[in-house]
């Protein structure tokens, strides 16, 4: 009982660093990302399809992305997509392909995009503690239900409490390299 209470809140604790791994790609650092394109949708024959789906996206260097429509009709559609999203970086159309150039961060963006990553890892913190408290809650239905002894109760919020505070720490971790990669030049 107490191994299954403590491997499920475990797989639901590993889901949140893995959530927050794809958020944390979600944030623009100084570099170009597919992933930053990733929230683009755009209007094709009517129905919104992702970016990824109706062109090819890549990264020539590191401060330029590369969107080569497998329509060009539909290119004219991929930027207005592009100009009404909120990455701030302005379309530039050939007529065959569409370049994004990803601009310098300055010293108060990057302020700004550390808030954003402090925040985005404080509501993976909260959602880990979450999932500690459902698990100590099973633990205390399960002994009241007399399934488990009191102590068997006690070791198993120890357990569930040492996963929590390693899942904190890899969190702390992720966000602490996240911020190093946005205000290093």
């Known amino acids: ?15 949140t660093i893995a959530s927050l791994t794809e958020d944390f790609k979600k ?18 024959y009517g129905n919104p399809s992702p970016l990824n789906q109706v062109a090819s996206v890549s990264t020539p260097d590191a401060k330029t992305f590369l969107i080569a429509p497998w329509e060009t009709s539909i290119l004219k559609e991929i930027e207005q997509s592009l100009v009404k999203s909120d990455i701030g970086m302005a379309p530039i159309n050939d ?55 009191e102590d068997e109760t006690k070791r ?11 899942f904190i720490k890899k969190v702390d971790q992720l966000a602490k390299e996240k911020e190093q990669s946005i205000l290093t030049l």
């Open 95 to 149: 007529g065959k392909v569409i370049r994004l150039k990803v601009p310098d961060l300055t010293e108060e963006r990057r302020k700004d995009l550390a808030k954003q990553v402090s925040k985005i890892a404080e509501e993976a913190r909260v959602a880990v503690r979450l999932i500690r408290r459902d698990a100590n809650e099973a633990l205390k239905k399960a002994a009241k239900d007399k399934l488990i002894s």
């Open 156 to 166: 198993g919020e120890t357990e569930v409490q040492k996963a929590t505070d390693d």
């Open 27 to 44: 944030v623009r650092t100084g570099r170009a990302q597919v992933s930053m394109l990733d929230n683009i949708r755009v209007n094709y």
């Open 1 to 15: 009982m107490i191994e299954d209470v403590k491997k499920q809140a475990q797989d639901k604790m590993s889901k």
